[in-house]
């Protein structure tokens, strides 16, 4: 599935500023020390329709384990809605909802936001999601980690 050219054009098109006051509410998901911690503004942000899983800190298989741990103890607790479950309404159209992921301090891509969205991607084997991408402007082999991004959304 194809992210609409019109979603693509309109995340071109923002600036750093505006990425910046995107993500700034997910900027606490990580404690200091935590490779996926950072400050919104040790970032350069950037729009990826398809960025690819592989990118993402942890196994296939550790992320699958998480989504169905997470979807049993919701169900315990809410009841097996179907309208509300992720499968239903995210994975038809990802782009409406894009992950937010950032570069960790080991090179690895941690989630700010999205992990169940996450989770849920890897257990439908998609291959790549729309993502909302901080890159560390001080990680050490920052021009590989760009053409590795890119050469990982053309595949």
Not at 17 to 32: G, H, K, M, N, R
Not at 99 to 114: L, P, S
Request: with cysteine; glycine share 6%.
């Amino acid at each position: 599935m194809r992210c609409p050219t019109k979603v693509i054009e309109r995340f071109v098109a923002w600036t750093q500023a505006e990425f910046v006051a995107a993500v700034d509410l997910f900027s606490d998901q990580f404690e200091p020390g935590d490779p996926g911690y950072g400050c919104t503004r040790e970032f350069l942000w950037t729009f990826k329709a398809d960025f690819s899983l592989q990118l993402f800190a942890g196994s296939r298989k550790e992320w699958v384990n998480w989504s169905a741990e997470r979807k049993t103890a919701w169900i315990s607790d809410y009841g097996p809605e179907r309208q509300d479950q992720i499968e239903e309404y995210w994975i038809r159209k990802p782009w409406n909802s894009p992950v937010i992921a950032v570069q960790g301090t080991d090179g690895r891509f941690y989630v700010w936001d999205g992990n169940h969205r996450v989770g849920v991607a890897f257990t439908a084997s998609l291959r790549t999601i729309p993502a909302i991408v901080g890159l560390r402007k001080s990680y050490p082999s920052q021009q590989s980690s760009v053409r590795h991004l890119r050469q990982s959304s053309e595949e």
